[in-house]
């Protein structure tokens, strides 16, 4: 009889090893994909966020712009388009910057312009041979009374004539409001009293246009750019009113920030165009504007900035030509 030889099965160290050898390499795998879909997850997100928080801050311009115009108020001419912070610095030279300069620094509105982070980036993006200076830029508007908080311009349209039923018509100097919110303009009490101490009737802070009836508020409007305490710019929107008091922390100013991340707002007057040398400005296939730009327009452009977790910056531009609707159709000369 042959004899029976009996094997005990199990698993040779040989074997262990390269199942451990395939399971770390999974693992790895795994891992690392894992990883470079939270980063994907991660750049996605601060892509989109910048995109919404630069929509949501040109609707606000473009909200203001669209209730202003090339005008004077008070005296003084509006818009005021400043750099680096200080009225009167223009862009370049041949610029008009020097209107009522003086003016407007002692009402408050110089201040510390924010440093433009990506700065590197725009340059290879925009192209060396440009002469336009990347540098900070400010707004100062004008923009109509609106004492009443109802999202309508305040006008004076009840008035008396000054010779007889067919005289010269002309306005009381009193707007009509709707304090009460009850859908009636009137010049009662209770239409012209407003519960918030900063709206109300208040005819020392208007001037009224005596063609259009358009009552125009004296307070300043001002878009700037600061520098954040989290490293990011906040693109600020503040309403200078001497009626705020001086114990107010941002007195003389009501501030109010319309977004974080913008590394660089650059706005110019559609008259200034013509310093553009390149051609590639012009053309649309190379993000250029592609259109003739009425005179009594500003062009704003936004550079959103956001840095992820991995140190990469992602940047997005939001641009937009805006032509100011009310007032005159060309810029004043100095």
């Known amino acids: 009889m042959g004899k029976i030889i009996h094997r005990e099965s199990g ?3 040989l074997e262990i090893l390269i199942v451990a050898g395939i399971l770390g390499t999974l693992s790895t795998w795994v891992v690392g994909a894992t990883q470079d879909m939270s980063d994907m ?3 996605n997100a601060l892509d989109v966020q910048l995109v919404r928080d630069a929509r949501k ?6 909200g203001d712009l669209g209730m202003t115009g090339i005008r004077i108020v008070d005296g003084l001419h509006y818009p005021h388009l400043y750099y680096n912070g200080v009225p009167g610095t223009a862009r370049m030279a041949g610029s008009r910057q020097a209107l009522d300069a003086s003016e407007f620094i002692s009402r408050g509105h110089s201040h510390v ?3 433009i982070q990506g700065m590197i980036a725009y340059v290879d993006r925009l192209g060396l041979d440009r002469s336009d200076p990347l540098i900070q830029s400010s707004l100062i508007l004008a923009l109509p009374a609106d004492q009443d908080a109802n999202g309508r311009p305040d006008h004076d349209v009840l008035g008396y004539s000054i010779s007889g039923a067919y005289g010269e018509w002309v306005g009381d100097g009193i707007p009509e409001l709707d304090c009460n919110g009850d859908g009636v303009l009137s010049q009662e009490i209770s239409d ?6 900063y709206l109300g009737l208040d005819g ?5 246009d005596e063609e259009t009836r358009i009552a125009w508020s004296l307070n300043d409007i001002a878009w700037i750019v600061e520098p954040g305490l989290n490293g990011r710019n906040n693109l600020i929107r503040r309403i200078r009113d001497p009626r705020v008091p001086v ?3 941002n007195y003389p100013f009501r501030r109010e920030v319309i977004a974080e991340g913008v590394d660089w ?5 559609a008259e200034d165009l013509q310093y553009w040398e390149r051609q590639e400005d012009f053309d649309p296939a190379d993000g250029g504007l592609g259109v003739v730009v009425a005179a009594n327009a500003l062009v704003v452009t936004m550079w959103m900035r956001g840095v992820d977790s991995q140190g990469r910056a992602h940047h997005y531009r939001a641009e937009s030509i805006l032509r100011l609707p009310f007032g005159d159709a060309r810029f004043p000369e100095e």
């Open 11 to 13: 698993t040779s160290l």
């Open 41 to 43: 997850t991660e750049a």
């Open 57 to 62: 801050a040109m609707a606000r311009i473009r």
């Open 113 to 115: 312009p924010a440093p």
């Open 192 to 197: 012209l009293v407003h519960s918030d101490l």
């Open 204 to 208: 020392a802070r208007l001037e009224v």
């Open 247 to 249: 114990g107010d922390p």
């Open 265 to 269: 707002l650059d706005i110019k007057y």
